[in-house]
């Protein structure tokens, strides 16, 4: 059997756990609920306000990032999903049979981030147009609203997409390097909410350079229509969230073929 048969044998594999554990089943359900939910309740209360509004908040209003608002909860979910996807496995021991299967530590990664990713890329895509949309229907009348037509918005829509899929990779990534569901979770947790409120202790002069590399910071760049000042261009934010992704899964894939299961 060739090397690409035994990634794409270990993908299907992977692919059936996925699919089938309650914890992914839980895991979208959540990150539906949340997205949309948190969404749509915002959406509809600045609807409701929006006579009220100032001048500077109308004119400095965005209405695709407003109607994706949701995903700034999301992330917790698609984080859990990519956790659970490896530290499950370890908890309840069934990681010695994987490894039985799958002897090759890298063909396993690759057949898990496959699945992992093609996945949720789907799904949080699904979400993010859905939210859209959802939050542009809303808006209409009342709200300025932005349309899809527009090669920014359409940008805007699927990076947030890609960047709730990508936060995936990085809760599995520590997942494979903690082990233990707890304690990555806990770490992703750090990384999105206490690491910002960190980086206000720093001098101003320094704060720019540091917030511009923080992953809420690189939502907003990826999901704005325009590049936010201090912040990342959308694509080099993506680009930034990319290489944060590929430093953890190597440092994880490493620390798999170096432990004991």
Known sequence: MSKNENVVSTAKSEWIKFRTVNSTIIGIAMLFFLTIGFSLLITLVLRAHWDQSTRID????????????????????????????????????SIRTTLAAVPNRV???????????????????????VTFLMGQAVFSGVVPTASLSSGSVLRAVILTGVYLALLTLLGFALGLILRQSAASISVFVVILLIVPLISLSFPESWRNDIERFELGNLWTSMASTTTPAHLFSAWSAFAALAIYVVVFLAAGTMLLQTRDA
């Open 58 to 93: 109308r004119l400095t209003f965005d209405p695709v990032s407003t109607s994706l608002v949701g995903v700034f909860f999301a992330q917790f979910a698609v984080g859990v999903i990519g956790v659970l996807f490896i530290s499950a496995e370890y908890s309840s021991g």
């Open 107 to 129: 063909r396993l990664v690759t057949g898990k981030v496959i699945v992992l990713f093609g996945s949720m890329f789907v799904v949080c895509e699904v979400v993010t147009f």
